[in-house]
Every structure is written in structure tokens, then in C-alpha cells.
């Protein structure tokens, strides 16, 4: 081949690539930072594969790191200021940690609220769209969803009425369920869920109520002997509320095409996924390693069932006043609309 040829061709290769080079599209790689290990329900079965679908129909352009266990630093009750503030893209949170931040969310935390976390999720999600803009500024919300219902799992003795939370030291997730365990006659101890396992097994508390979503992570099963269910068909104890968040800035610096798949991997759709994995997978789990431990599921029967919600009615005007005094409107409108939400998605919930 003569020099010119080799000229020729050279100039040829550089015309053809050379484009196609300029025109590939840039990868963008976000941070999803939460508080559980990586083996976790939320992020083996919620996140990953959300994250993996969103990668596909991207060609590759959106892609994830995992940051699990607050490996990027802070505390959980940090991850919505560290998703407003950018050290995080998205966050996996639960706003109950900030005390008295997120009110309107919290009544989806009331005392059984709901019997589905399906039904929940999806409720949650309208409700916040209806009411709670101003609760989440700064943060752009991708899904809203419940655990599964907590229950009382304990170690020396099960509870099987009320009467049996007396001298029982139980640990409490927040606010709403610190008042709870009081009313049930219980004594509460406020901790963040990772110490669980400790104080259990130091005997600081007596037990927990938590769902069964924390039970393999912190090895529960092992360390308690008995497990406290509502009736069946009946409203769950109570539901831990979450968040899908991610950082206005980096949104709004994606290309048209790439927000849009973000738009239509998220939102109610999202929300209602999240609720039924854990209405059925992560119950089913649960049930599994209690047995497996030779563990005793008590099943509340439902006419003592109506005596603990009886009492729990009382939270109903506590969440009211608070509410209010964070400058909204009518709390008793607010609440009912929740609850008339929950409603509306627990009859489209397969028989």
C-alpha cells in the first residue's frame, strides 16, 4: 500500500469513528446511599432491581452505585438533608427518624391505619402529592412505601393481651409508637434499629416492635422466642413509613430522555411494587426463620384486637394537634383523607 493509500484510509477510519465517538452519550453514575447491609430486603430485592431496569432501558447511561450501611458517613436520620444537600443522589430513608419534621407522612404511621402495605404505599403516594410538597422541598420524591406491619416479638413471655405488656421494657421506633407501647401498658425505649440486637440480648429491653422486614438482618429470630401477629384480615399494628429520594440538581442535570425514564420507573407504580414485596416476600421470610428457630407466632384473636385499637384511638387527636402547630389546616380533614385513601386502594387489592 502506497503512502497515499495509507493516508487515504487513515483519513477514512478517523471520518467514520471519529463522529460516532463524539456523539456517544455520557454515563452517568448515581449514589444511592441507605442504612441497611446490602444483603437486605430494600436493597436486594426494592433497589437493585429498579436500578437494573432503569440501566437496561437507558442503554447503559444511567448507572448505580450502592452505598449500604451509611457508607458515604452521617447517621440515618442524615440521609434527607444529605439528599437535599447532593452528598447522595438518591436516598432510601425513613423520615420517621427526624422527629417532628415530617408530620403529614406520619399519619400513615397512625395505629392501625391500614391492613396492606400495598394498599399504603399507594395511598401514601397520592396523599403527599395532594398535601405534602412542602414537607418534601428540596428533594425529589421518587416513591413512597410502608414495611411490612410491625408486630411484638419478645423474649421471655408472648403477648397475648394487653395486661401482658406490664413490667416489659419494649423498644420503640418513634413518637407514635412510644405512645403506644405506654397506652398498652408497656414501658418504651426509644432506639435506632441496629442497637436492637444488643439491648435484647443485654436485657435492656424485653422486646420490640418492629416488622418482620429487620427480622434477618439483625439475626432477630435468634434472639427472641415469641412473636405477636394482629387478627387476621384486621389492620396492623402499626407501619413504618419510607422514602425514595433523589436530588433535585442532579434530576434536573440529566438529558430530557434520561428524566423520563427516571419518570416512568417511579412514582405510583414504584410505591405500589415496594408495598406488595413486603406484604408477601418479606412476611413470608419472617414466618420461615421464626420456625425454623421453633419460635411461637401468636395470632392475636380479634376481639382483643378491638380492645388495643380502642385505646390507640386516643393517638388520633395527638397527631391532630401536632399538624396544626406546623401550620396546617384542619387536621381532622387531613387525617380522614388519608384514611379514605387507604380505603380507595385497599379495594382494588386482589381478593
Do not use: C
Not at 53 to 76: A, C, H, N, V, W
Not at 174 to 192: D, E
Amino acid at each position: 500500500m502506497t503512502k497515499v493509500s495509507r493516508l487515504l484510509l487513515a483519513l477514512f477510519v478517523a471520518g467514520s469513528v471519529g463522529p460516532a465517538v463524539q456523539a456517544a452519550e455520557p454515563v452517568v453514575t448515581l449514589k444511592v446511599h441507605h442504612q441497611l447491609p446490602a444483603h437486605s430486603v430494600t436493597q436486594a430485592d426494592l433497589l437493585k432491581p429498579w436500578a437494573e431496569k432503569i440501566t437496561k432501558e437507558s442503554d447503559g447511561r444511567i448507572q448505580f452505585q450502592f452505598y449500604p450501611s451509611m457508607q458515604l458517613g452521617g447517621t440515618p436520620p442524615q440521609l434527607v438533608d444529605q439528599v437535599r444537600d447532593g452528598v447522595a443522589d438518591i436516598v432510601w430513608t425513613l423520615p420517621g427518624y427526624n422527629s417532628g419534621r415530617f408530620p403529614l407522612i406520619s399519619a400513615f404511621e397512625q395505629p392501625f391505619m391500614s391492613r396492606s402495605a400495598e394498599a399504603s404505599s399507594q395511598a401514601m403516594w397520592e396523599f403527599l402529592q395532594k398535601h405534602g410538597q412542602k414537607e418534601f422541598e428540596g428533594m425529589r420524591l421518587l416513591a413512597t412505601h410502608v414495611t411490612d406491619g410491625a408486630l411484638v416479638h419478645t423474649t421471655e413471655k408472648p403477648i397475648k393481651k394487653m395486661s401482658d405488656f406490664r413490667g416489659l421494657k419494649i423498644r420503640a421506633a418513634n413518637r407514635t409508637s412510644t405512645k403506644l407501647i405506654a397506652l398498652l401498658g408497656g414501658t418504651p425505649v426509644a432506639m435506632p434499629v441496629p442497637q436492637i440486637p444488643e439491648a435484647l440480648s443485654k436485657g435492656v429491653v424485653d422486646g420490640a416492635i418492629v416488622p418482620w422486614d429487620v427480622v434477618p438482618a439483625l439475626k432477630l429470630h435468634e434472639l427472641v422466642k415469641y412473636h405477636t401477629e394482629m387478627a387476621p384480615g384486621q389492620p396492623a399494628l402499626m407501619y413504618t413509613t419510607v422514602i425514595i429520594a433523589m436530588n433535585p440538581a442532579t434530576y434536573d442535570k440529566l438529558p430530557a430522555d434520561l428524566k423520563q425514564i427516571i419518570d416512568n420507573n417511579s412514582g405510583l407504580e414504584l410505591s405500589r411494587q415496594a408495598g406488595h414485596l413486603f406484604d408477601t416476600q418479606v412476611v413470608e421470610t419472617g414466618h420461615k426463620l421464626a420456625k425454623s428457630q421453633g419460635n411461637q407466632i401468636y395470632v392475636l384473636p380479634e376481639d382483643e384486637q378491638q380492645k388495643w385499637m380502642k385505646v390507640a384511638k386516643r393517638l388520633d387527636q395527638d397527631w391532630i394537634k401536632e399538624v396544626e402547630s406546623k401550620g396546617y389546616d384542619n387536621g381532622a380533614a387531613l387525617l380522614e383523607d388519608a384514611r379514605q385513601l387507604v380505603d380507595k386502594y385497599s379495594e382494588q387489592l386482589p381478593d
